[in-house]
Structures are given as structure tokens and as C-alpha cells.
């Protein structure tokens, strides 16, 4: 891609500057080289680093981290909804609408909130695999692992043992079956399944 690109970075999920969790959004004149993609998220050295392209019904949206191209960010998703605003691309009452490897996607704005309406897809249980084994210690309590195409969900046995939890981030990264990223979640409540 030649030529100037700019870039907004966004603290998505904060109300507040230096919280949350940040990415990058560059909205494209046109679509690039996924190669020179990948080098920009690398620079940018996020988590996530959007990119959209408008099309007649909206925006290609993909999201790439430094290593690689991912098929779904609810945080990069966020952010890039609220840079179109912010910057006129969209009205205030426009949803804006996102195509991307997981599906159209769409955000909306309600009471000074941004909605995200994201594919539901519930966890199908599964054995955890070895690096995710090794990545949350072998004395982990897992009570039941479930994968979704985007990720795994784990739940272990208790409150406690969710936060005495010390993840081996090197370990993760492993984890050649779902290389673009982790996320350590607790949940109140039980889990059905």
C-alpha cells in the first residue's frame, strides 16, 4: 500500500484515557496486501490492529495481531465502531455494519453505549489440549472444557481457584489449534452444559 495511512488508536471498554484495552483502527481507501497488513500490526505492536475498507453495504472489517490475522476481536470491533462515528463516516443513528471472516457483524448506539451483535456459538465440550493443560498449571481444577471456533472455555472448580490462578502465558502461546489469543474469564452462576 503506498501513500499516508492514518491511524486512531482506541482504549475500548474504558470511560476513561490509558484504561481498557487498546487497538488500533485504520479505515483504508481500498483493500490492501494482507502481507503489508500483518507488518502494520507488528509496528502498531497491540493486541488487535482493525482495518476497514467501506463497501456499498457497510465495511470489510479484519483484524490482525502481531503475529497473525485472527477471525474474530470484539475489542478491535468496538473500537472501529466508534471511530466511524466519531469521524462522520456513519450518522449518529446509523448501525454500522461490519463483513468480516465470522459473518456480518453489527454495532449500534443506545443511551450513549455502543451494542455489538456478535454469532452466538455456544461451546461443544472437548478435551483441553496439551498447551492449554500446561498453560494453567496441571494442578488445575477443570471441571469442564468447552470449544466454540474462536476459543476455548474453561471452567474450573471454584472462585478461588479462578483467582489463585497463575497462567503460563508461554505455554498458551503454544497452542497451535487457536493461535490468536487467550482469555481467563470467571463466571458467577453455574455453567449448563
Known sequence: MSGLQRFTQVD?????PFAGNPAAVCLLPAPADPEWMQQVAREMNLAETAFLVRRADGFDLRWFT???EVDL?????????????????????ETARFHTRSGVLTASRQGGLIWLDFPATPPEPASPPVELRRGLGES????????????YLVELSSEAEVRSLAPSMSALAGNRAHPGGH?????RGELLH
Open 66 to 68: 502481531p503475529a497473525v
Open 183 to 187: 482469555a481467563i474469564t470467571m463466571l
Open 73 to 93: 476481536c470484539g475489542h478491535a470491533t468496538l473500537a472501529s465502531a466508534h471511530v466511524l462515528w466519531a469521524e462522520g463516516h456513519l450518522k449518529p443513528a
Open 12 to 16: 475500548a471498554f474504558a470511560d476513561r
Open 140 to 151: 488445575a481444577a477443570i471441571k469442564y472444557v468447552g470449544r466454540t471456533p474462536f476459543d
